[in-house]
């Protein structure tokens, strides 16, 4: 299937023309016009999903399953032109937006086989109790139910897994929520493509057609985003990106006058912590893994790992030597946008720029390119200057040098909320570990073992979220079946008669 963007936006079954327009900026082929995003659009947009949502929300589990997987095929049926545009305009590997095309269908599919079980709901009863002494209690049930329209804000490094009709998407609607996506100006095309899967199930399943718009931006402004967030209509916000972006809209959910939650994932370190026992076993094994790791993608995974935090001394000293001499092999690659490029190389100079920081692997970025940089510096320097626990979002790796376990752990108490922390170790390292796990328990939302946080399984038990600032509701998960919750409330029915009460919680 071959496209062609046409650059309009999708607003409740429409195919819109706006008159600003912006021009895309593809990191190799043809740009393209868009029609960029204003608030009246926007107001279009969400009064159209509030319109849709008693419907919507009213809509059976099998209804609404039956539409998550049909997203999922219409997306699959445009799979090689969705690979071919966002190739393009990203400058991804085919295999990489292949792969997560896979996740982005599988995870739509996995929410359609969730929500038929009825598990999601939390259905609890009480039953009356109208002799009980000193006082009766009443029939008391309680399930979960959809909050409302949700605005959900695509994302610059996973085109497909976490923008249109990525996780927040699909959980919002697995809810029963209407959803208003702002699309990111990195990948319009790509947003285009997904927008017409989505406009092509809403008529196959029959949907109200307000329950999913999208809407271009060329990211110039924050009028599209401010007002998107600040209508009163909209009751919740997904977002992935940046620390400084995010902060800006979670403040502005919070001064609302009706404040509403904003589920943001932000930034994270994902600091990695090597015990001696497995740095001496196998410690080569552990550096190259880590520059695989590292320099994934070109580093533009929210779970790149870029902190390695060890003891010092001629084992630590083999580790950075076999780490520098694999990131040294890896050719330069290209990032999602200029905006992010720049970023990368205004965080290496931040970075080696520092007094007490080695400079072990760097060589010069050019235009959108990006090649692996690694450092290193002690973990008193650390523990004294915040400015090294600062993400820096591309392919760059410190490496900490502590002078005892102890002082590991210092790090770790130390650190800021992280989407993932990781143990390398072995079982004689297991004591020693021990001590770290009550406290990395209170930093990420996942802690992994002998593995590299590069790559997040989708599945009931997965936790993608943890403390600020990795994201902004440490309570929840942005991938992962658990990640439906986010966009239902609880509501307990009192004495109701069964004929009113939800089809899922009557009698």
């Known amino acids: 299937m071959s496209f062609k963007p046409h650059g309009k936006h999708l607003i409740a079954g429409q195919w819109i023309e706006s008159e600003q327009k912006f021009t895309s900026s593809p990191a190799h082929g043809d740009a393209h016009t868009f029609s960029s995003g204003s608030a009246a659009l926007v107001d279009q947009a969400v009064n159209a999903a509030e319109d849709a949502f008693y419907e919507f929300s009213g809509k059976t589990r099998e209804e609404r399953a039956a539409f998550l997987n049909a997203i999922a095929d219409e997306i699959d049926a445009r799979g090689d032109a969705i690979t071919a545009i966002g190739s393009s305009e990203t400058g991804l590997p085919e295999a990489r937006l292949q792969g997560e095309r896979g996740r982005t269908c599988g995870q739509l599919r996995l929410f359609a086989q969730h929500i038929l079980d009825g598990e999601y709901l939390d259905r609890r009863h009480d039953s009356a109790l109208p002799d009980r002494q000193p006082l009766p209690r009443a029939d008391l049930r309680l399930m979960q139910r959809p909050i409302g329209p949700v605005a959900v804000f695509g994302a610059s490094n996973f085109p497909l897994a976490f923008s249109t009709a990525g996780g927040d998407t699909a959980s919002a609607l697995a809810a029963g929520c209407p959803v208003i996506v702002k699309g990111h100006p990195a990948h319009p095309g790509t947003a285009e493509i997904v927008a017409e899967a989505l406009y092509a199930a809403v008529q196959r399943c029959a949907m109200p057609a307000g329950v999913i718009s999208v809407i271009q931006d060329s990211g110039e402004s924050f009028e599209v985003g401010q007002t998107l967030v600040e209508h009163p209509l909209i009751k919740a916000v997904g977002f992935t990106g940046s620390l400084r972006g995010g902060r800006a809209l979670f403040d502005l959910c919070a001064q609302r006058p009706e404040p509403i939650p904003f589920f943001g994932e932000l930034g994270s370190i994902n600091p990695m912590f090597l015990f001696p026992h497995a740095v001496d076993s196998r410690g080569d094994e552990l550096a190259a893994g880590w520059a695989g790791s590292l320099t994934m993608g070109a580093g533009q995974f929210c779970t790149n790992p870029g902190v390695a935090v060890m003891l010092a001394g001629p084992q630590a000293d083999k580790f950075v030597a076999k780490a520098a001499e694999a990131l040294a092999s890896v050719p330069a690659q290209t990032m999602l946008t200029d905006g992010i490029a720049n970023a990368y190389r205004q965080g290496q100079q931040r970075i080696a720029d520092l007094s007490e920081v080695r400079e072990v692997v760097t060589t010069e970025c050019r235009d959108r390119n990006a090649t692996p940089c690694l450092y290193s510096t002690t ?31 210092q790090v770790a108490k130390n650190l800021a909320g992280q989407l993932t922390c990781t143990l390398h170790l072995d079982d004689e390292d297991i004591i020693q570990a021990q001590p770290f796990m009550p406290v990395l328990e209170r930093k990420a939302g996942r802690i992994l073992a002998n593995a590299f946080p590069t790559g997040v399984e989708v599945c009931d038990s997965m936790v993608h979220g943890g403390p600020y600032p990795a994201s902004t509701n440490f309570g929840a998960t942005s991938v992962g079946t658990m990640a439906i919750r986010r966009f239902l409330q609880p509501v307990c029915y009192q004495d109701i008669p069964d004929r009113l009460l939800p089809k899922d919680l009557a009698q």
């Open 379 to 409: 973990a008193g320097e650390w523990l004294k200057n915040g400015d090294l626990a600062h993400e820096v979002f591309g392919p760059l790796g410190i490496v900490v040098l502590a002078s005892s376990i102890g002082e590991m752990l």
